[in-house]
């Protein structure tokens, strides 16, 4: 396993040291890891998420421009290669997929943690990072690697593994009432229910205002 998530952590000529290596390394343990390793880790691996999600993007319109062109198109012979065509990107797509589901729970752990370090150093009090059990090193490297664990569970576990809960920065442990308002307003735009992106957008930052303007929020 430790040779998998190494590969998993590799950041080309910037290597990222492998994360939980990190976390099982006695001669150092996390405890005393500074927050400048860990964000070096953090942008490391933001990096490289940022570099599968264009790949994403630009796969996506490439099959939008084959799917136009085979409705154009009259030729069998010519169809049928655009269907292969059409195939390989969605296959590579999937791959990339999982590369991304995989990295964005690697970013959201190395992130944690540096917040949990964070913490700790502004309370002036020990670090919570040592109370990590090798077992949970071993549950973490386990839901990073299945497919099935998307970010929103693996982020519940996580965040129960470290006992974040409400004391560590609930507006980056989760997903606020604003930016899911936001989710909700991109919904309607893919359902139809509204139809103009200018609307959206001013449905959307009209209620984000509001929600952080709100006593409550």
């Known amino acids: 396993m430790k040779q998998i ?24 343990p996390l405890s005393k890891m500074s927050r400048s390793e860990l964000r070096r880790q953090e942008l490391l691996l933001e990096k490289d998420r940022t570099r599968i999600l ?8 490439d099959k939008e421009g084959l799917f136009e062109r085979g409705a154009k198109e009259k030729t069998p012979e010519v169809r049928r290669m655009l269907a292969q065509e059409f195939e390989l990107r969605t296959s590579e797509q999937l791959m990339l997929a ?25 309370a002036g009090q020990s670090s919570k990072l040592g109370l990590i ?4 090193i071993v549950r973490l490297g386990r839901m990073i690697e299945t497919d099935a664990v998307k ?7 996580l965040d129960e593994i470290l ?27 893919d359902q139809g229910a ?7 957008f001013e449905e959307a930052d009209r209620t984000v205002r ?8």
Do not use: C
């Open 194 to 200: 509204i139809t103009d992106e200018a609307e959206a």
């Open 98 to 122: 999982r590369q991304l589901n995989i990295r964005s729970k690697e970013v959201m752990t190395v992130s944690r943690l540096r917040m949990l370090r964070e913490n700790a150093d502004r």
């Open 5 to 28: 998530l190494a590969k998993l952590f590799g950041g080309g000529n910037h290597q990222a040291v492998g994360f939980f290596d990190w976390l099982t390394n006695r001669k150092k």
């Open 163 to 189: 006992s974040m809960g409400a004391s560590v920065d609930e507006g980056a442990a989760s997903l606020s009432d604003a930016g899911k308002s936001v989710l909700n307003v991109w919904e309607k735009l």
């Open 133 to 136: 059990r090798e077992a949970d």
């Open 151 to 157: 970010s929103e569970l693996y982020q519940e576990r």
């Open 54 to 61: 264009n790949k994403v993007t630009k796969l996506a319109k």
């Open 210 to 217: 509001e929600r952080q303007a709100s006593p409550d929020a």
